[in-house]
């Protein structure tokens, strides 16, 4: 009687019983460089100042809406050109006298993605019910994105902020909140 025997890398039991372990392998390898590539961002070692920080903001929005301030956008255009162009306005006690603003485009995303500008008071209204600022992007801004930013527009002691939908990024108006 003549038997022949196959090898064992011919079988097909052996590599299927390999399967689920190898499997397993790969899913920790792929798990391991997703760890080692990506930023948690989650964990601060500064918690309590930050969680103060949050309080401050919270003040200063607070101080917006006692003021009824509203602010009108323009991120290029015919009134900012390549810059910004913002316009704030008071249904209360009057703008504050600012001589300067710092705009911000929060990424929901990605902390590095944000957009900033400083802007200098152009004008203002003698009764003191509006001001207008000018100013540029700290980085060539692509604003061109569908993005849905957060936008943040900080006095001295008052501070607007709220969201925008995607494509609203080149005009826009945001309320203080009461």
Known sequence: MHTTTIPWYRQRWPWLLMLPPLTAVIGGVVTIVLAVRSNDGVVAADYYKRGLAINAELSRSKRAAELGLAAEVQAGGENAGDGVYVRVSSSGQGVPPEAALRIRLVHPGRSGADRLAMLGRVAADPAGRSAEYRGAWEEAAELHAPVAWRVVIEGRDW????????????????????
């Open 159 to 178: 501070r607007l902020d709220g969201g925008i939908a995607a494509g609203e990024v080149r005009s826009f108006r945001l309320l203080a909140e009461r």
